[in-house]
């Protein structure tokens, strides 16, 4: 069984940045992709970002490109989100979730293993 921690977040200004981590055990974490959502208040969740076992695919959805990025450390077993120039609008609730296979990184439904996520709040 898997489990997944998320930390990092908290209250910013707006232009300010923040790194989220999880880190990730009960499991061979080189076997799980992890990828990032986000929930917002009174909005659906929403994929960020994922990473693929092995580090060698990321994605990040396309109106986060150039202010968010993915990345692996595999000595820590953990997953991080850095966050740059912080937006009001990227007020939510983040999660990060594992899975195996990743054949639809976009389907929140394929991630069976979910954290209990970290609350980002960015003040204008």
């Known amino acids: 069984q898997v489990q997944l921690v998320e930390s990092g977040g908290g209250l910013v200004t707006a232009g300010e940045s923040l790194k989220l981590s999880c880190a990730v055990s009960?499991?061979?974490?080189?076997?799980?992709?992890v990828a990032w959502w986000r929930q917002g208040p009174g909005k659906e969740r929403e994929f960020v970002a994922v990473?693929?076992?092995?580090?060698?695919?990321?994605r990040v959805t396309d109106s986060l490109k150039g202010r968010f990025a993915i990345s692996r450390d595999d000595a820590k077993n953990t997953v991080n989100l850095q966050m740059n120039s912080l937006k009001p609008d990227d007020t939510a609730n983040y999660y990060c979730?594992?899975?195996?296979?990743?054949?639809?990184?976009?389907?929140?439904?394929?991630?069976?293993?979910w954290g209990q996520g970290t609350q980002v709040t960015v003040s204008s």
């Open positions: 979730a594992a899975a195996r296979f990743i054949s639809s990184p976009t389907m929140s439904t394929r991630y069976p293993y």
């Open positions: 990473i693929s076992h092995t580090g060698g695919t990321v």
């Open positions: 009960g499991g061979t974490f080189s076997n799980y992709a």
